[in-house]
Each structure stands twice: as C-alpha cells, then as structure tokens.
Antibody
Framework: QVQLQESGPGLVRPSGTLSLTCVVSGGSISNRNWWNWVRQSPGKGLEWMGDISHSGSANYNPSLKSRVSISVDKAKNLVSLRLNSVTVADTAVYYC??????????????WGKGIPVTVSS | DIQMTQSPSSLSASVGDRVTISCRASQSVTSYLNWYQHIPGKSPRLLISAASSLQSGVPSRFSGSGSGTDFTLTISNLQPEDFATYYCHQSLDIPYSFGQGTKLEIK
C-alpha cells in the first residue's frame, strides 16, 4: 500500500528556509490524488498548510501568506515543501498526507510518520 | 475562513464507556467533515470521512453523524487503545481547517 516518508533538516535557523521532502512509495504520485502538508506545533492542534495535485496545481493556507511553496517531482515520486522566513513559531512536527476524493468528500487517508523541525539559533 | 469548534476540549472516561465528541462549523460544510485520531508520537489516523463513512479497518464502535454545521463522533465500548486526541476536519473550503482537538483520557 501507499506509504509516505518525510525527510529534511531537523534544525533551521530563524529567518532561514525550511525545506522538506515527502517520498511516496507503493503507488504513483500521478494518481488522482492531492498531496498535503499539515503541521502540529508543540501543545497545539493540526494546521493545514497546503496541497498540490499531480499536475502541479497548488492551494495554500493564507495564514502562511506568501512564505509557503509546495511542488511535485513526478520522476522521483516526491512532494516538496518550502517555508521561507521561518521563526520560532514554525517549530512543529510536519506531516505529509495523501488527499483522496469521493463524490461528497475530500479526506486525508494516508499520512507520513511526521518529521520534527525546530527553528532555533 | 471556516472555523471548527470542538467540545469538550478534554474528556475523562473509563474502558467500556460510551463517549460523544461534538464539532461545530462556523458555516455549512455539507458533509465535507472528517474525523481523525491522533496518538502522540504516531501519525493521525482517518476514522470517518463524509461525516459518517467509517474507514476500512476502523472498528465499528466508532460512528459519525451530522451534516451542515453540527457533527458528532461517538465511540461505544471504549477500549484502552482509544485514548487519544480526536480532531474534526472540514474539507469543503480552502483553507481546510481542523477543530482544536478533544483529548480523551482514562478516568
């Protein structure tokens, strides 16, 4: 079955760029799915950051303003997240998740294990 | 943006109990409402999609109901592995949003 694995640096300096990748295994990224990034800051709930289709059409959470960018690499079967100008408030566990659709819903049915990222000098 | 509000924020219960978690949307999300279970250190797990559709492999003691703005997750006959945080999630409008979570603890 489809599995997702996040990777990237666990420590990012303030004002720097957070870059993570999510490798999709057991299935093609080009299937009719969307690929999401969700994060959880310490002691807080889940926050949807954005998603992207296999064709590269992306949606973002306006709360992240123009700092966030999501891309797909079909050749490598992976999804990437970039978050610019990070602050300590961006310290969180970052998850990638597969978005699936039905006639009457859209849901995230497969999740990666998550990767903790700390923003600190 | 659609705001999702869960109640209660925390809940204590015993094995074998039946519990209900509520989720209210600030505007109608029709049936675009999902429920996730999150155990610390693990990935969130999709329990229910489209307000009431139980995912494959999820025990039948979990059930969901509601439409529009008011939704409910019910867990019958609580088991030790059910103690976790539960989130509702609307996927009608972008930005998608989650409730603040309901932490279910052992009494």
């Amino acid at each position: 079955q489809v599995q997702l694995q996040e990777s990237g640096p666990g420590l990012v300096r303030p004002s720097g760029t957070l870059s993570l990748t999510c490798v999709v295994s057991g299935g093609s990224i080009s299937n009719r799915n969307w690929w999401n990034w969700v994060r959880q800051s310490p002691g807080k709930g889940l926050e949807w950051m954005g998603d992207i289709s296999h064709s590269g059409s992306a949606n973002y959470n306006p709360s992240l303003k123009s700092r966030v960018s999501i891309s797909v690499d079909k050749a490598k079967n992976l999804v990437s997240l970039r978050l610019n100008s990070v602050t300590v408030a961006d310290t969180a566990v970052y998850y990638c998740a597969r978005g699936n659709t039905s006639d009457w819903d859209y849901y995230m049915d497969v999740w990666g294990k998550g990767i903790p990222v700390t923003v600190s000098s | 943006d659609i705001q999702m509000t869960q109640s209660p924020s925390s809940l204590s219960a015993s094995v074998g109990d039946r519990v209900t978690i509520s989720c209210r949307a600030s505007q109608s999300v029709t049936s675009y409402l999902n429920w996730y279970q999150h155990i610390p250190g693990k990935s969130p797990r999709l329990l229910i999609s489209a307000a009431s559709s139980l995912q494959s492999g999820v025990p039948s003691r979990f059930s969901g109901s509601g439409s529009g703005t008011d939704f409910t997750l019910t867990i019958s006959n609580l088991q030790p592995e059910d103690f976790a945080t539960y989130y509702c999630h609307q996927s009608l409008d972008i930005p998608y949003s989650f409730g603040q979570g309901t932490k279910l603890e052992i009494k």
